[in-house]
């Protein structure tokens, strides 16, 4: 019983930047690591990034690295994606996970509980 709520998204151009935000409540005691996938449409689910819990580690997809920073608020329960340099190919929604053990981080079926998703749409 996890609930996430994601938000941020929203209509920019090129270059610009943006900052989404997953608060997550309910039985959060197992969760291990949170991260972010987006879908496009007509196109699969893919990673984006993802931060541990506690150690702080982070991982990103090769097309995101340089460009995206993920981080978390331990007391507030909070995870962020500051996502600067954005290109059309950005496009998408954008959803957040929870994720109870270490392997497979760009797996999304090892996630656990979902957000809504939040669209994020890039213009040239």
């Known amino acids: 019983q996890v609930q996430l709520v994601d938000s941020g998204g929203g209509l920019v151009q090129a270059g610009d930047s943006l900052r989404l935000s997953c608060a997550a409540s309910?039985?959060?005691?197992?969760?291990?690591?949170m991260g972010w996938f987006r879908q496009a449409p007509g196109q699969e689910r893919e990673f984006v990034a993802a931060?541990?819990?506690?150690?702080?580690?982070?991982y990103y997809a090769d097309s995101v690295k340089g460009r995206f920073t993920i981080s978390r608020d331990n007391a507030k329960n909070t995870v962020y994606l500051q996502m600067n340099s954005l290109k059309p190919e950005d496009t998408a929604v954008y959803y957040c996970?929870?994720?109870?053990?270490?392997?497979?981080?760009?797996?999304?079926?090892?996630?656990?509980?979902w957000g809504q998703g939040t669209q994020v749409t890039v213009s040239s």
């Open positions: 996970a929870t994720k109870r053990f270490p392997p497979f981080w760009g797996t999304s079926t090892e996630y656990d509980y």
């Open positions: 309910g039985r959060t005691f197992s969760t291990y690591a």
């Open positions: 931060i541990s819990w506690s150690g702080g580690s982070t």
